[in-house]
C-alpha cells in the first residue's frame, strides 16, 4: 500500500483546510486510516481515524474541529475548520492493514497571520 498525502499549505488563523490521502496498491488490505499530526518539539498524536466501514473514531482529546471523512479504498480527507496557531503541525496519513502499517510523507500545515 502506498499512501500519498496532500492538501496542507499556509492558512489565517480561523481558516480552514482540507487534507487528502490518498491509497493505492493493495487496497484491500487497509482495515482503517488515521491522520496523525506532529508538532514543532512534541510527540505525533493521532488526530482522527476512520475504518473501512466509514465508521469516524476521534480520540478523547479532540478538539471538535475536525472531521475525518472519504473511503479508506480510495481518498481519505481531514476537514480542518477554525484553525489556530497551535494547530500548525506535519500531518500524516497512516494505513492500519491486516498484515502491518503503512505510513504517507507528511504535509505540512502552518496557521499563522
Known amino acids: 500500500v502506498q499512501l500519498q498525502a496532500s492538501g496542507g499549505g499556509l492558512v489565517q488563523p480561523g481558516g480552514s483546510l482540507r487534507l487528502s490521502c490518498t491509497a493505492s496498491?493493495?487496497?484491500?488490505?487497509?482495515?482503517?486510516m488515521n491522520w496523525y499530526r506532529q508538532a514543532p518539539g512534541k510527540q505525533r498524536e493521532l488526530v482522527a481515524t476512520?475504518?473501512?466501514?466509514?465508521?469516524t473514531v476521534y480520540p478523547t482529546s479532540a478538539n471538535g474541529r475536525f472531521t475525518i471523512s472519504g473511503d479508506v479504498k480510495n481518498t481519505v480527507y481531514l476537514q480542518m475548520n477554525s484553525l489556530k496557531p497551535d494547530d500548525t503541525a506535519v500531518y500524516y496519513c497512516?494505513?492500519?492493514?491486516?498484515?502491518?502499517?503503512?505510513w504517507g510523507q507528511g504535509t505540512l500545515v502552518t496557521v499563522s497571520s
Open positions: 496498491g493493495n487496497i484491500f488490505s487497509i482495515t482503517n
Open positions: 476512520i475504518t473501512k466501514n466509514g465508521k
Open positions: 497512516h494505513a492500519s492493514l491486516v498484515f502491518g502499517i503503512q
